[in-house]
């Protein structure tokens, strides 16, 4: 596989900027500070606009006219949207890899699989779906398909910061998840491309359904406390 060119700045901006947003420190709804961002990182605000231009086909952001970028809000009726168009691009890409995988990258898939376990076991939910997430993203040469690629990885950072929101789920949920991904790469590794598919779904529909259980216990906080302090 080529080795990826360096980040330019922008991008560089582009993906600290990301990370505030998954991380929660930047708020749906907030407006992202040009001059702040500038400051922080010593860099132009051109650089600044040119990196807020590469995130919004992340759609973590929204740019207005005369009000700048805000971070994207994060809705149910979004998240549903997301992992429906997730789903169609990691069954097409499942699909590919079960076709053309060879000797070397099966031992990846399965080495991969250890280290889930591994992660599953710790509970480590983070490093669990990113290790799949961003994995899926780095298939290019068994994929070979950039176009289906490039929509994939426009899509990541806001699968990433949807799946960040369940970083307090059970153990069990955890290994619920692994054991729906370890179908997945079963059919995989026996070319199965069809059954990869369609594991892969399930897969997702279950991640989905995490987020939006997390998504509702969080909504479900801001309005109390939204409350509490009219009182």
């Known amino acids: 596989m080529q080795e990826q060119e360096k980040d330019s700045l922008s991008e560089q901006i582009a993906k600290h900027i990301s990370e505030q947003i998954i991380r929660g420190e930047l708020v749906e709804g907030e407006r992202i500070q040009e001059l702040r961002i500038s400051a922080e990182l010593d860099v ?45 691009l990691l069954g097409q890409i499942v699909h590919r ?6 000797t070397h990258e099966a031992e990846r898939i399965q080495a991969l699989l250890h280290q889930l376990h ?14 799949i997430f961003q994995g899926m993203a780095r298939q290019h040469e068994m ?11 426009e899509l990541l950072p806001s699968m990433r910061r949807s799946y960040f929101l369940t970083l307090n789920i059970s153990r069990r949920e955890l290994e619920e998840s692994f054991e729906l991904f370890k179908l997945v790469t079963d059919a995989v590794l026996i070319r199965k491309s069809q059954q990869a598919t ?26 109390a406390w939204a409350r509490r302090s009219r009182r």
């Open 97 to 102: 890899v079960a076709e053309t995988w060879r």
């Open 143 to 153: 994929v070979g398909n950039p176009y289906l690629m490039k929509f994939y990885q």
């Open 44 to 88: 132009s605000r051109g650089s600044v606009r040119e990196a807020l231009l590469l995130l919004q086909r992340t759609h973590l952001i929204e740019i207005y006219p005369r009000r700048g970028a805000v971070v994207s809000e994060m809705s149910a009726q979004q998240v549903r949207a997301l992992f429906d168009m997730s789903a169609l």
């Open 118 to 131: 591994e992660e599953t076991r710790q509970g480590h939910t983070e490093k669990f779906y990113d290790l």
């Open 198 to 223: 369609l594991f892969m779904d399930d897969f997702c529909r279950h991640l989905r359904n995490l987020v939006l259980e997390s998504l509702t216990r969080m909504k479900q906080i801001e309005l």
